[in-house]
């Protein structure tokens, strides 16, 4: 998920003035409700976080590099109703970050709400992003975003780059004709090749496959990581199916000639080259200690393919021998996919993240899926958010607050239920606990935390 609410609320008409009826949203029916484990909560709670996966804002005004495929320009969608401005989370978040002293959102008081705002950043200005993440206890963000910025430093924040246009050389025209959004997302992908290229002062791609990987991939690779990058980021699933295949070198090396100079590709053609990039981009990423972050869920948008998401579809790819040495993250624990993504879990270089479900998902539906992956392989998963930028008075800040607060109160009510069944013992919960919120992804990412 990404910055996507602004353009679609003042699309909609939308205003967030709704009266909030009850603080917690109402009852949920998953089968994991039950009282919480107070002391556990509290537990919970005091843990300093490690946020997988977020598109945290700098502090310049207008920032535009917090996502490669802002949804922004796509047509509009309708959203799930957690993300509306009527969710009493968005309340609940200004009085926790702003002391909003005020049980509703109307004009009036949303105006004096933007005042504080403002003022806010103003007055800690380059520090804003840390006063965020220490109001939300957290400890280090990681930021999937084009580059960083002002007021995004390491080592509170660590970046996440993207790597998608990599794996797209060629014209994109065919597969950009499959839907409207695509029709929008190839040619973002194509300018921030051009970007990758000229940052290496590169004019034209280069005459071979070969040297493309020797001259553009690996040293674009490089170059992000002696930016502090800590893993790189595929949105493929916005753009193709996850279904990246082994090619052989000359059959994709022949595809990349055919093309290079004019042409489009068939999209057998361009899926054979894209699959060899894959592979070989996500080997590199792990040759330089890179993880490699894969988004696997069931949006956003209206055109959206769900099938082609699914974690399984990875499995030839996690089960390549040649890419032991790279360890992947599903981003957004696969979503409606949950139960095929903690299968691969199997993998052992492969873990999932809580990100994104932690803005969609009530906390009790969550807790039935943190359950399922922590009774397996409690090591291989990542708390996050997908922190983000939502509209006018629903900044990164907000949903970083959201996302945690849910995500602590899912945890906190799996391993409430874990304890009542036996599964672990008070001690073992503490840690699992730990180890979800920052321990699995300090290891991963070889985080020094103090
Ligand atoms: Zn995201």
């Known amino acids: 998920m990404r910055a996507i609410v602004t353009a679609l609320l003042i699309a909609g008409g939308i205003v967030a003035t709704a009266c909030v009826q009850s603080r917690d949203g109402g009852a949920a029916t998953n089968p994991v409700q039950l009282p919480v484990d107070s002391g556990l909560a509290a537990f919970i709670d005091g843990i300093r976080a490690v946020d997988n996966h977020t598109h945290v804002n700098t502090v310049v005004l207008a920032d535009s590099e917090s996502d490669a495929l802002p949804l922004e320009a796509l047509l509009p969608f309708d959203l799930p109703m957690r993300l509306r401005p009527d969710n009493p989370g968005w309340l609940a978040a200004y009085r926790a970050l702003y002391d909003y002293p005020?049980?509703?959102?109307?004009?009036?008081?949303?105006?004096?709400?933007?005042?504080?705002?403002?003022?806010?950043?103003?007055?800690?200005?380059?520090?804003?992003?840390?006063?965020?993440?220490?109001?939300?206890?957290?400890?280090?963000?990681?930021?999937n975003r084009i580059a960083m910025g002002p007021g995004l430093a390491p080592p509170r924040f660590r970046w996440v780059s993207f790597v998608d246009p990599l794996m797209l050389p060629l014209s994109t025209k065919d597969e950009a004709a499959v839907s409207p959004d695509r029709q929008k997302l190839f040619p973002l992908e194509e300018k921030l090749l051009r970007r990758y290229l000229a940052e290496l002062k590169i004019e034209k791609l280069p005459a071979t496959l070969d040297t493309y990987l020797g001259t553009v991939v690996t040293p674009t690779l490089e170059r992000q990581r002696q930016a502090g990058c800590v893993a790189v980021k595929f949105e493929a699933a916005y753009l193709r199916s996850l279904d990246f295949d082994e090619v052989a070198a000359n059959t994709a090396g022949s595809v990349y000639v055919r093309y290079l100079s004019g042409g489009v590709p068939s999209r057998d053609d361009y899926k054979a080259l894209q699959d060899f990039l894959f592979r070989y981009i996500a080997r590199e990423?792990?040759?330089?200690?890179?993880?490699?972050?894969?988004?696997?869920?069931?949006?956003?948008?209206?055109?959206?393919?769900?099938?082609?998401?699914?974690?399984?579809?990875?499995?030839?790819a996690f089960n390549d021998p040649t890419l032991r040495g790279t360890n992947f993250v599903i981003v957004h624990g696969g979503g409606v996919y949950a139960s095929h993504a903690g299968a691969m879990?199997?993998?052992?270089?492969?873990?999932?993240?809580?990100?994104?479900?932690?803005?969609?998902?009530?906390?009790?539906?969550?807790?039935?899926?943190?359950?399922?992956?922590?009774?397996?392989?409690?090591e291989k998963v990542l708390f996050g958010t997908d922190a983000s930028a939502l509209g006018p008075d629903m900044g990164w800040e907000v949903s970083a607050w959201i996302g945690t607060k849910t995500?602590?109160?899912?945890?906190?009510?799996?391993?409430?239920?874990?304890?009542?069944?036996?599964?672990?013992?008070?001690?073992?919960?503490?840690?699992?606990?730990?180890?979800?919120?920052?321990?699995n992804a300090a290891r991963l990412y070889n985080l020094k935390l103090q």
């Open 285 to 316: 990423a792990g040759r330089l200690g890179m993880a490699v972050h894969i988004h696997s869920f069931e949006g956003a948008g209206a055109f959206y393919r769900v099938a082609g998401s699914d974690p399984l579809l990875l499995e030839s």
């Open 102 to 143: 005020h049980a509703d959102l109307s004009d009036a008081h949303m105006t004096e709400l933007r005042g504080t705002i403002q003022r806010v950043a103003r007055e800690r200005g380059d520090k804003f992003p840390e006063w965020v993440l220490d109001r939300v206890g957290t400890e280090v963000m990681l930021a």
């Open 345 to 378: 879990l199997w993998k052992p270089n492969v873990f999932v993240d809580i990100s994104a479900m932690t803005l969609l998902y009530s906390p009790s539906k969550m807790a039935g899926l943190l359950k399922d992956w922590l009774l397996q392989f409690p």
């Open 407 to 439: 995500g602590r109160e899912a945890l906190s009510t799996a391993l409430t239920s874990m304890m009542r069944d036996g599964d672990v013992s008070r001690a073992r919960a503490n840690e699992i606990a730990t180890m979800v919120m920052r321990l």
